[in-house]
């Protein structure tokens, strides 16, 4: 009998269990291999519940999912460089973990690492035949969402590294995922006098989506999520913006926009997960490493 696939489904059905019973007998052996945002919401996951890391732990030696779970601890613990390598093999995978305070400042030792990350995406996707218009509205797409984790964590007064990027990158699926510990998108809207009237996650996520709506008064609009939106508008996309307790999912194609919105066991902060593919339909795939 196969066992199931890593996916965010998957991981929000663990983070159910661990919120309701935090002694839960779970074990990574369950699963069979994983997706990028359904390994980066597990790890999140295991990290806000301390009570379960030691059990969880002790099985990954023997699990499927982990190569990809040790890469992705190793960024955040700062024990491996934040790098994605240049190759030209079928997969690549890479994480960053994000320096709040020094991206932007041109000559600190982040913002050129995290330089060197975008780079290294832009040759692995060329080498794996990405064209250049895909590539350089992914990179767009990743900046803005960087802003975002930044903005919220300046809000927060949170601590120095508050966000993780994870990218993977294969021929004809290329996924990435910012994930943080900010005060998430309900808090950050209700600091506007134009938004505090929100009272759900949910809600905060139907305004960012249906209203353009932003924390900044007088801009008009979320001028972070509105560029991603416009960004692939044109590409055959999957965008999910999970926020406290909420969702969204917005698939994507030229000239249309689905959303569907459902409940997410809680978990701190936001997370942005992007997926693309050249042709063909878009769903999480599983990691080939």
């Known amino acids: 009998m196969s066992r199931p696939i890593l996916t965010t489904r998957n991981a929000d059905a663990v983070r159910d269990i661990l919120l309701e019973r935090k002694n839960a007998d779970f074990t990574p052996e369950y699963f069979g291999g994983a997706t990028l945002p359904g390994l980066v919401e597990l790890y999140r996951t295991i990290q806000d519940n ?71 995406c832009v040759r692995i996707g060329k080498n794996l035949g990405w064209p250049q218009k895909y590539l350089t509205a992914l990179m767009g797409v990743l900046v803005e969402m960087t802003l975002n984790i930044i903005e919220h964590s300046e809000l927060e007064g949170a601590g120095k590294f508050t966000g993780l990027i994870g990218c993977q990158i294969e021929r004809n699926y290329f996924s990435m995922i910012i994930s943080d510990l900010g005060m998430g998108c309900l808090e950050s809207l209700k600091t506007s006098p134009s938004w505090d009237h929100l009272h759900s996650d949910e809600e905060a996520l139907h305004a960012i989506v249906d209203e353009h709506a932003s924390r900044k008064t007088g801009m008009g609009g979320g001028e972070g999520f509105r560029q991603i939106f416009s960004s692939l508008i044109d590409h055959n996309s999957m965008i999910r913006i999970r926020s406290g307790s909420s969702c969204v999912e917005l698939t994507q194609q030229p000239g249309s926009r689905d959303a569907a919105y459902r409940r997410s066991p809680f978990m701190r902060g936001c997370q942005i997960t992007i997926s693309t593919a050249i042709s063909g339909n878009v769903e999480e795939k599983i990691i080939l490493d």
């Open 50 to 120: 301390s009570a379960n890391a030691q059990l969880f732990w002790q099985g990954i030696e023997d699990a499927a999912i982990q190569s990809p779970w040790k890469k992705v601890d190793a960024c955040w613990r700062r024990e491996r460089p934040n790098r994605i390598d240049s190759s030209t093999m079928d997969s690549v995978l890479g994480f960053f973990r994000i320096d709040t305070r020094a991206i932007g400042d041109r000559r600190s030792l982040s913002q050129l690492q995290y330089s060197e990350f975008q780079q290294g």
